[in-house]
């Protein structure tokens, strides 16, 4: 098997057949190789071959411009080795895995509907399922060439459960054929879990998740994390959930039926769609201007989480480091595209 060795370091790792990305390999090697989406798309993960030949799974990927083009930059989660290989790739302890990811099949046990285009799917696989909350697996179907990334909704747990709640992307390579296919007992491939946005049980702060969309599945993990951990009995959660109509928010329900709710969660529910239907009581507009209307001016006081469609993780972000001064190292996203 292909030996990956990192340039001007002794960290080297080998990819197997289990393998289907360099990314993937060194992670699984409990190397701090640094990404963020694992898909292609946000370029966390660029390298430099210096030695050694590669085969690009998706020469076309977004994650790469023009000048790295240029410069013979390739992406490691989007890259197999063919040969023994010598890279240049940033590396650090803060991408290190908490918890090694692993590459098994499992059984899909139920699918729920939540909205018009979210639905919830329940994967059993064939030992303890172990994840940090937040955290995303990388799910693969047969037929479909490239995995995509799907964030937990639930916690950690002995009996196998894996959770998602996948919103329908019209045209999505994997959403598509996982919607109309995808029945009870059919397999899947699961690998992970990986991604850095992960409840920081440590924080001293409060809990602020903010998500829109299918984004709900990872902070849904999160508030469940946050309020079933005895030693972060002491902090309180402010959930905000946007959507287009009143008919796509969802979640309420699962965070009701956690422990100390009312005494601990504040949720906040807001629509994009200029004329809401009648009956609707809460807010109107984008989710971070709710934020700004609800909490604005003490968003620094609290350890914050995003997910959702990228323009709106990107407004977010912007205003909470450029308008609100939130610190960087209180801001939690993993990049989707």
Not at 151 to 160: F, I, K, Q, R, V
């Amino acid at each position: 098997m292909p030996i990956v060795q990192i340039h001007n370091s002794a960290d080297s790792f080998e990819q197997t057949e289990r393998h289907d990305s360099i990314l993937r390999a060194g992670l699984g090697a409990g190397l701090g190789l640094s990404y963020e989406c694992n898909s292609g798309g946000c370029g966390s993960c660029k390298f430099e071959l210096i030695e050694g030949e590669v085969e690009e799974l998706w020469p076309e990927a977004p994650g790469l411009t023009a000048r790295d083009l240029k410069k013979g930059r390739k992406l490691a989660c989007q890259c197999r080795a063919k040969s023994d290989l010598v890279i240049s790739m940033r590396t650090d302890e803060s991408f290190r895995p908490v918890i090694l990811p692993v590459r098994f099949q499992a059984t899909l046990e139920s699918r729920r509907e939540l909205t018009s285009d979210i639905t919830e799917f329940c994967f059993r696989g064939p030992a303890p399922a172990r994840f940090l909350p937040g955290q995303y697996t990388m799910l693969s179907l047969d037929g479909v060439p490239c995995p995509r990334a799907y964030s937990m909704s639930n916690l950690a747990n002995t009996e196998g459960v894996w959770e998602f709640w996948i919103r329908k992307k019209p045209g999505g390579r994997v959403t598509e054929p996982l919607f109309a296919m995808l029945e009870p007992g059919d397999q899947v491939g699961l690998d992970g879990p990986y991604g850095l946005a992960f409840l920081k049980a440590d924080a001293p702060r409060d809990v602020l998740c903010i998500a829109g969309g299918s984004g709900i599945s990872p902070v849904l993990s999160i508030a469940r994390g946050l309020l079933n951990n005895p030693t972060m009995v002491g902090r309180k959660l402010h959930f905000f959930f946007g959507g287009r109509t009143p008919a796509d928010i969802c979640g309420l329900e699962e965070l009701k039926a956690l422990p100390s709710f009312a005494e601990r969660v504040c949720f906040h529910a807001a629509i994009s769609e200029p004329k809401p239907e009648d009956g609707w009581e809460g807010a109107v507009g984008f989710i971070h201007d709710t934020v700004v209307q609800v909490l604005g001016g003490s968003l620094g006081n609290y350890e914050c989480y995003l997910a959702g469609p990228p323009p709106m993780v990107q407004a977010t972000t912007k205003m909470l480091l450029l308008d609100e001064g939130v610190p960087a190292e209180q801001v939690h996203f993993d990049r989707f595209f």
